[in-house]
């Protein structure tokens, strides 16, 4: 009886053991994540950003921009000066 004891906390403790490196976080291998993207390039969320703004602007998909509340405040991209109703700029 004692050994079945022991064998069965063994197979508890190897499966949690490899629950919990199954279980590492996704974001440690930082290869494809975007850091410090500039106005106007590619982003997956605020962090990717250097101004730590990301919004989707349709055909362009998510990329890095800045709030704004007057045209400005942003720098110049494809319509020049442009903030929109939202409070982004343009790229």
Known sequence: MKSL???LIVITLVFSLVF???CEDEDTDDGDKITNAAFGE???DDDSCASEVCVEFG???WVCTLDCV????CPD???GQKCNKSGYCRP
Do not use: H, N, R
């Open 5 to 7: 004891e022991s064998l």
């Open 20 to 22: 919990v490196v199954g």
């Open 42 to 44: 590619k982003c997956t």
């Open 59 to 61: 055909k362009l998909s």
């Open 70 to 73: 007057e045209d400005s405040q």
């Open 77 to 79: 991209g494809s319509e």
